[in-house]
T-cell receptor, first 113, second 115 residues
Framework: GDSVTQMEGPVTLSEEAFLTINCTYTATGYPSLFWYVQYPGEGLQLLLKATKADDKGSNKGFEATYRKETTSFHLEKGSVQVSDSAVYFCAASGEEYGNKLVFGAGTILRVKS | DTGVSQDPRHKITKRGQNVTFRCDPISEHNRLYWYRQTLGQGPEFLTYFQNEAQLEKSRLLSDRFSAERPKGSFSTLEIQRTEQGDSAMYLC?????????????FGPGTRLTVL
């Protein structure tokens, strides 16, 4: 079935380092793509989204571009902060996913000062 | 916009007991979803409602689980005869159809521990 795969963690970076978390999806159509973030002890917060090919979602310095040719939606940030330490989830939804969100397993990010 | 709220935030119960969780969605949202998240995993879909109609149920939702949304507003998720394997975070989300991407917004979750 349709699925979402993201890179395994944990990812440990020093403050101000560049971040990339890879995410790929399987679908023949054009699902909507999302990144959610979960801080310790909290629920999921929407970080950014893109709904069609070549769209770029961005928020709080994070960016991700919807690449249909590689079925990818990689998350990037140019300079991470300690406060970015959290678990990041890539997700897809749409007709092929039955109107529900299908999540990757999550990537733990740890940023050291 | 007060966001999605869930109650209780934490529930500890003994195996075999019944538990019920409540979710209040964002007020104008017509879709409401339940997910389950276990440690180290992404959330897994359980069921969703459009208004008061339950449109889809996952195979994960055994007959011990039942969900309702009687007036198309808040929803309840009941687990009967709880088992230790039911221990997880239960997440509720809501969305408004018609907007591009049908973005789901999540509540803080109810953490269930079955002893």
């Amino acid at each position: 079935g349709d699925s979402v795969t993201q890179m395994e963690g944990p990812v440990t970076l020093s403050e101000e380092a560049f971040l990339t978390i890879n995410c790929t999806y399987t679908a023949t159509g054009y699902p909507s793509l999302f990144w959610y973030v979960q801080y310790p002890g909290e629920g999921l917060q929407l970080l950014l989204k893109a709904t069609k090919a070549d769209d770029k979602g961005s928020n709080k310095g994070f960016e991700a571009t919807y690449r249909k040719e590689t079925t990818s939606f990689h998350l990037e940030k140019g300079s991470v902060q300690v406060s970015d330490s959290a678990v990041y989830f890539c997700a897809a939804s749409g007709e092929e996913y039955g109107n529900k969100l299908v999540f990757g397993a999550g990537t733990i990010l740890r940023v050291k000062s | 916009d007060t966001g999605v709220s869930q109650d209780p935030r934490h529930k500890i119960t003994k195996r075999g007991q019944n538990v019920t969780f409540r979710c209040d969605p964002i007020s104008e949202h017509n879709r409401l979803y339940w997910y389950r998240q276990t440690l180290g995993q992404g959330p897994e879909f359980l069921t969703y409602f459009q208004n008061e109609a339950q449109l889809e149920k996952s195979r994960l939702l055994s007959d011990r689980f039942s969900a309702e949304r009687p007036k198309g507003s808040f929803s309840t998720l009941e687990i009967q005869r709880t088992e230790q394997g039911d221990s997880a975070m239960y997440l509720c989300a809501s969305s408004l159809t018609g907007l591009a991407g049908d973005t789901q917004y999540f509540g803080p979750g109810t953490r269930l521990t079955v002893l």
